[in-house]
């Protein structure tokens, strides 16, 4: 099994994103504030730290989704249901017939031998009746606060309540081969009891931090240096361990930023 591509909507810099994983080992390089950071705490918030999946704050969406919500909010704008997602991630699991399926099999949607693919998504989203409820609250809100400017009311509001209205949630989601797109209209809501993520995905994440002492920098560079080592020693022709040496050098050269 592979992840094959990652799709992310609505989260910070990431309004509308897709990441395509090479078979081996995938290098998100770019400059500062492109994202890159943005898209391993995503990934931690649905599939990482148990601590923090599905815990998000307010100025997690993005800025576009949070003016749309606000136009909402006031009448402004019309909306469907579909255009009210949030936050959403959906991420493609390509697998071999020589796969072992025990942990996959629950997120299966059809008995297709030739559909291969299967979508993992994560949502933290708001409903029709929260956005009515949310309508009701904010009203109430503004009266009390009237001194704060309105266009700063809102995100105070939803810095406190936000998590009121929004939830988070897991599916497995049909995926269309023959036209290779996602069928929205098939899906199954997951639980803790349906399927157990972190036997399908590994995922570990180490926050990038510009105040790190020595000693915090010496004991990241004694971790990624074991890894490596680890790595070189059980198979040293290997792709990985070529293309991770040949990025290393293109950074030392170049001075691309590596989150």
Same mark, same amino acid.
């Given at each position: 099994?592979?992840?094959?591509?990652?799709?992310?909507?609505?989260?910070?810099?990431?309004?509308?994103?897709?990441?395509?994983?090479?078979?081996?080992?995938?290098?998100?390089?770019?400059?500062?504030?492109?994202?890159?950071?943005?898209?391993?705490?995503? @990934?931690?918030?649905?599939?990482? !730290? /148990?601590?923090? =999946?599905?815990? &998000? $704050? #307010?100025?997690?969406?993005?800025?576009?989704?949070?003016?749309?919500?606000?136009?909402?909010?006031?009448?402004?704008?019309?909306?469907?249901?579909?255009?009210?997602?949030?936050?959403?991630?959906?991420?493609?699991?390509?697998?071999?017939?020589?796969?072992?399926?025990?942990?996959?099999?629950?997120?299966? @949607?059809?008995?297709?031998?030739? !559909? /291969?693919?299967? =979508?993992?998504? &994560? $949502? #933290?989203?708001?409903?029709?009746?929260?956005?009515?409820?949310?309508?009701?609250?904010?009203?109430?809100?503004?009266?009390?606060?009237?001194?704060?400017?309105?266009?700063?009311?809102?995100?105070?509001?939803?810095?406190?309540?936000?998590?009121?209205?929004?939830?988070?949630?897991?599916?497995?989601?049909?995926?269309?081969?023959?036209?290779?797109?996602?069928?929205?209209?098939?899906?199954?809501?997951?639980?803790?009891?349906?399927?157990?993520?972190?036997?399908?995905?590994?995922?570990?994440?180490?926050?990038?931090?510009?105040?790190?002492?020595?000693?915090?920098?010496?004991?990241?560079?004694?971790?990624?240096?074991?890894?490596?080592?680890?790595?070189?020693?059980?198979?040293?022709?290997?792709?990985?361990?070529?293309?991770?040496?040949?990025?290393?050098?293109?950074?030392?050269?170049?001075?691309?930023?590596?989150?």
């Amino acid at each position: 099994m592979k992840i094959e591509k990652i799709s992310v909507n609505n989260y910070r810099l990431l309004k509308n994103t897709v990441i395509t994983c090479d078979n081996e080992l995938s290098l998100i390089v770019g400059k500062n504030n492109c994202g890159k950071t943005s898209l391993l705490s995503i @990934l931690n918030k649905c599939i990482g !730290n /148990k601590s923090e =999946i599905g815990i &998000f $704050e #307010y100025y997690d969406f993005s800025i576009p989704f949070q003016k749309k919500l606000y136009k909402i909010i006031k009448s402004e704008i019309e909306y469907n249901k579909n255009e009210l997602n949030g936050i959403r991630v959906d991420i493609y699991i390509s697998y071999e017939d020589i796969d072992n399926l025990a942990n996959l099999s629950k997120l299966l @949607l059809d008995l297709d031998p030739d !559909n /291969k693919t299967v =979508i993992l998504r &994560f $949502e #933290y989203s708001i409903d029709a009746h929260a956005i009515d409820v949310l309508k009701e609250d904010f009203a109430e809100y503004k009266e009390k606060h009237s001194k704060i400017p309105e266009d700063n009311s809102f995100a105070k509001f939803m810095q406190k309540k936000q998590r009121k209205y929004f939830v988070f949630k897991k599916y497995s989601v049909l995926y269309d081969y023959i036209n290779q797109k996602i069928d929205n209209n098939v899906f199954k809501l997951l639980d803790g009891k349906d399927v157990d993520i972190s036997r399908i995905i590994s995922f570990n994440y180490i926050s990038a931090r510009r105040d790190v002492s020595n000693a915090s920098e010496t004991e990241l560079s004694a971790l990624s240096n074991t890894y490596y080592n680890r790595t070189k020693a059980k198979d040293d022709d290997t792709s990985t361990v070529s293309d991770f040496e040949n990025q290393i050098v293109l950074i030392a050269l170049y001075g691309m930023d590596m989150e």
